[in-house]
């Protein structure tokens, strides 16, 4: 494959990432550095994750022929907007883990952890003001239209949907947006047409969906030594998922006693969410969740037969797009 792996991706963006964040004035500074697990030492590693968003930007940049040089400022760009929007989740969701490690409000209060995300917030949109055309002008369009509808699908979120489909309706902005949004950039800066963009934003979209679902399905069955969240949390926090909501509207003995258990602050014990996920399972959810991340990934694979040209490169990306449906659960 002749795409960047994710080694080589980490390697590009996470120097320009740190350098990026060292220009927050310094109260900001530290807590955003916090969150990345470097607040030690200046030339201390960032903990970045797996940068899969900025991985799909320059993924795209280079597959349509683009600058990379404009594609890193746009990847550095989706990461700062991603890491803002974990920081206002965990505040949201009052979740005191992130990456197995304390969350920054867990540490510092729930105020830092709003500003340190409103800091990376702006702090995105600096990164393509300062790219130059078409980043500066289409290229923030595009991302403060991401952002919007990951807000509008955070609310929705929190409102915790009781049907499936609201709740991937909710998924369409909370996850859905940042991830089509990183791959239209990528082919923003590789002068595509308005179509294409939007080919390539579709493409994103589906994989968001997909990986979302997938996200689900570890909240309950993963292995919280790789996931680096609280085991089960979603049930625990009585906060609905795909599989728990697939599950309740099967109409079967199983959903009646799930729904019995799903009492606000019964599901606490872990014997208690031990049963909750046996239940899912046994009324159908959890493979219905994986059927909807697999129609996802088939959606996104077939946008991107047309998006891409055949070859290396369009096969780099429908690999990037199986690892958002097929991560181990």
């Avoid at 400022?73 to 907007?81: D, K, P």
């Avoid at 499936?164 to 990528?186: F, H, M, N, Q, V």
């Avoid at 046994?282 to 059927?291: D, N």
């Avoid at 959606?299 to 429908?318: E, K, S, Y």
């Amino acid at each position: 494959m002749s795409l960047l792996p994710l080694g080589a991706v980490h390697d590009l963006v996470s120097p320009r990432l740190r350098e990026a964040l060292s220009g927050l004035p310094a109260s900001v500074r530290e807590l955003a550095f916090l969150h990345f697990d470097s607040c030690s030492r200046p030339d201390a590693p960032l903990d970045v994750g797996k940068l899969y968003r900025a991985a799909l930007t320059l993924a795209w940049n280079r597959a349509l022929g683009g600058d990379q040089g404009q594609a890193l400022h746009a990847a550095v760009a989706v990461e700062l907007v991603h890491n803002a929007s974990l920081l206002h989740d965990d505040v949201i969701d009052g979740d005191r883990l992130r990456r197995g490690r304390q969350t920054v409000w867990a540490l510092r209060g729930p105020a830092a952890g709003i500003l340190a995300g409103n800091a990376l917030f702006f702090l995105a949109v600096q990164q393509l003001n300062t790219a130059g055309d078409p980043l500066s002008t289409s290229g923030v369009a595009e991302l403060a239209s991401a952002v919007q509808h990951m807000i509008d699908g955070e609310w929705a979120d929190t409102r915790v949907p009781q049907d499936a489909d609201a709740y991937l309706s909710a998924c369409e902005g909370k996850t859905g947006a940042l991830i089509g949004a990183a791959c239209a950039l990528g082919a923003l800066t590789a002068g595509a047409t308005e179509h294409r963009i939007g080919q390539v934003r579709a493409f994103g979209l589906h994989v968001g969906a997909a990986f979302q679902v997938t996200d689900d399905l570890l909240n309950l069955w993963g292995d919280p030594e790789q996931t680096g969240k609280p085991h089960r949390g979603d049930l625990a926090n009585g906060r609905n998922s795909y599989p728990v909501l697939a599950a309740l509207g099967a109409g079967s003995d199983a959903s009646a006693s799930l729904r019995s258990m799903l009492v606000p602050g019964q599901a606490s014990r872990t014997a208690m969410l031990e049963r909750c996920a046996e239940l899912v399972e046994e009324a159908g959810g959890r493979a219905a969740a994986g059927q909807l991340a697999a129609r996802h990934l088939e959606q996104a694979l077939t946008i991107l037969d047309h998006a891409c040209p055949d070859g290396p490169d369009r096969r780099a990306l429908a690999a990037l797009a199986h690892q958002a449906a097929r991560r181990s659960t």
